[in-house]
């Protein structure tokens, strides 16, 4: 039956895999431990070209002229390898006969792996958690073929598991930094405002006024004489700016020269050395704290943009890759022509997949998932193992 028999049978949207023209890929397989790489899944059975998989087998074979059947035989050499004329017939091992509901694809003939190597004698082992399907000899299957299957099973994990340990890692790591950046912050705005209160609750310390000359303590008004004092003047003396004196009475003439001799001493007095260094300090807070605040006022209210939680998931049987990142803004103000850039490294830090991802504007808390998928340029052949993705940020 060739192609298009199988599609008249009900296969096409199984067969074609999603994909027009093309089955979908089958899992890694092992034919006798070495790599088997061409397959294909139609209607869930898996699928290999009829002469590569019988030399994988070590397996001869030869078209019997009369039944037309295929002989299958290990030591079979006469006959050479002639291939039947349709991808549907009858196959013969030790006795048993058996029918191949093959189908014809790329000009060969295909035909079902499991059933075909089970009725030739070999076993087949398959790890759905891996996507490995081992196919062995059913006498050579061992311990050590347990062991080996057991093996790549926790060889599998074990890159699963570090793979979440690592993105758990950077989830915790970016976690503590944006909090110890938020605690700084805070802290430094707290200590800023601290020093803003001190400087305002500052004391300014003012000089003492001290008696200096021309001024008029009070023992000097007039006052009777109590039998006391051993002089009674009746007309105080005041010490004039030049070291003079005059007369002060009761008619007012002493007390208008007193208060011109205290505005012309007011006039001339200096500051002391301690209270002209209070004054210069005083100013220089003074200034501090309004330079702090025009300082303060001018800073303007920013956007800052971050990501979290980058994943590369990848499919290996197809190459498939689904990335993910979460866009958020950490500013004060929104975040407006967001755009992302998501590169995902192979193992040799070569880019495999760049995509460039239009967010749009964030508000400030505001964070959004993005997005992307893209395929390894090998595909279902491609390495296993971890693959990085990085996000690159721009913004207004």
Not at 317 to 335: H, M, Q, V
Request: net charge neutral; charged share 30%.
């Amino acid at each position: 039956m060739n192609l298009s028999s199988k599609i008249a049978g009900g296969l096409l949207a199984l067969f074609i895999g999603g994909v027009w023209g093309l089955p979908a890929l089958g899992d890694d397989i092992f034919v006798r431990n070495v790599p088997f790489k061409r397959a294909v899944y139609a209607e869930n059975v898996l699928y290999v070209p009829m002469a590569d998989f019988m030399r994988a087998l070590r397996m001869h074979w030869a078209v019997d002229p009369n039944t037309k059947r295929l002989l299958f035989r290990p030591d079979l050499t006469e006959g050479g390898d002639t291939l039947p004329e349709e991808p549907i017939f009858e196959g013969e091992y030790e006795g048993t006969v058996f029918p191949v509901n093959g189908l014809t694809y790329e000009g060969e003939i295909w035909i079902p792996a499991r059933f075909v190597a089970e009725r030739l004698g070999f076993g087949v082992n398959s790890n759905a958690s891996t996507g490995i399907i081992d196919i062995v000899k059913s006498r050579s299957i061992s311990q050590a073929d347990r062991d080996c299957a057991r093996e790549l099973q926790e060889e599998h994990e074990a890159k699963v598991k570090r793979a979440e340990e690592i993105l758990a890692a950077r989830r915790a790591e970016k976690k503590a930094r944006l909090q110890r950046e938020a605690e700084e912050a805070e802290e430094a705005a707290r200590k800023k405002a601290a020093e803003k209160a001190a400087a305002k609750r500052s004391p300014v310390k003012k000089s003492a006024k001290s008696v200096s000359e021309g001024s008029f303590p009070a023992e000097f008004d007039e006052y009777e004489d109590t039998g006391e004092a051993a002089l009674k003047p009746r007309r105080a003396q005041a010490v004039s700016e030049d070291g003079g004196s005059y007369p002060r009475s009761k008619s007012g003439s002493g007390a208008k020269t007193k208060k011109k001799v205290q505005a012309s001493a007011a006039g001339k007095t200096e500051l002391t050395p301690a209270a002209k260094e209070t004054a210069a300090e005083k100013a220089d807070t003074d200034t501090e704290a309004a330079q702090g605040d025009k300082e303060a006022k001018d800073i303007p209210a920013a956007a800052f943009v971050t990501y979290m939680a980058p994943l590369a998931a990848a499919d290996y049987s197809t190459g498939d890759f689904k990335l993910s990142a979460e866009i958020c803004n950490r500013g004060e103000t929104e975040a407006r022509n967001v755009s992302a850039v998501l590169s995902v490294f192979d193992f040799n830090g070569k880019t495999i997949i760049k995509k460039s991802v239009h967010v749009g504007t964030l508000a400030p808390g505001q964070s959004v998932v993005v997005k992307e998928s893209g395929r390894h340029p090998q595909r279902g052949s491609m390495p296993r193992g971890n693959y990085e993705l990085k996000v690159e940020l721009n913004w207004d």
